[in-house]
């Protein structure tokens, strides 16, 4: 039930997809692939699997305990831990999420312990750690289209809806990797477009940088910007 938003064509996970990737006559899910689907997967609205896997708090009607404890774990940060690395693993395709995407995730569970320690650890860390600031550096969807307009040298009104225009997609690209911004929250920020839109931006954007090495200095640039 929960894998049926990326159970779809443009994600590679189409009943077709999935049995030519279970036959081994596709590719594994390229970095971007199996990026976009975990954003889908995390973000998607009807959705309750952000309460089984921790990624939020659970609405007071919904019982988890029998489903979770079919995860074998026992405690329920185990179970949802557990949960959440099936799925995800299946998702992922085999592609192994960065050192930085893991720890967002992990921020993102919301275990007020484990980001209390973590926070103390970042106080006293030296500067042998330099993910850190990964902590301690969250920029906002505005600064990131400040960047972008200062490098465009336009403003975000005059391109957000230009056909064609990278503008847009970069913006949402960077603050899929830089601000921790849902899908949802990007659409809205954007002014009220779907989150699937967003996912298709951001998709193509990925696809724009890997074929054009143009713009990914362009991208080089905004990021330097950004300290991110």
């Given at each position: 039930?929960?894998?049926?938003?990326?159970?779809?064509?443009?994600?590679g996970l189409d009943k077709r997809g999935r049995r030519r990737e279970g036959l081994g006559l596709s590719k594994a899910a390229s970095t971007a692939e199996a990026a976009e689907?975990?954003?889908v997967l995390r973000a998607?609205?009807?959705?309750?699997?952000g309460c089984y896997a921790g990624y939020g708090q659970a609405p007071e009607w919904l019982r988890m305990d029998v489903i979770l404890a079919r995860t074998g774990a026992s405690g329920a940060g185990d179970q949802k831990a557990a949960y959440r690395k099936a799925?995800?693993?299946y998702v992922r395709g085999g592609y192994e999420e960065s050192w930085s995407e893991r720890l967002r995730n992990r921020l993102a569970?919301?275990?007020d312990v484990f980001i209390q320690r973590v926070k103390q650890s970042v106080g006293v860390?030296?500067?042998?750690?330099?993910?850190?600031?990964?902590?301690?550096r969250r920029v906002g969807f505005d600064e990131v289209v400040k960047a972008v307009e200062?490098?465009?040298?336009e403003l975000w009104q005059a391109f957000v809806d230009r056909q064609g225009d990278w503008g847009r997609d970069m913006v949402f690209h960077l603050c899929r990797q830089a601000t921790g911004m849902t899908l949802r929250e990007l659409g809205e920020a954007a002014g009220g477009l779907d989150y699937a839109a967003v996912s298709v931006a951001i998709r193509r954007m990925g696809q724009?940088?890997?074929?054009d090495s143009a713009l990914q200095d362009v991208k080089n640039r905004v990021a330097k910007m950004l300290n991110v």
């Open positions: 039930m929960y894998l049926n938003p990326v159970r779809v064509k443009w994600l689907r975990l954003a998607h609205r009807w959705s309750t699997y799925l995800e693993d569970v919301g275990a860390m030296g500067r042998e750690w330099p993910q850190k600031r990964i902590l301690r200062k490098v465009k040298g724009r940088l890997r074929e």
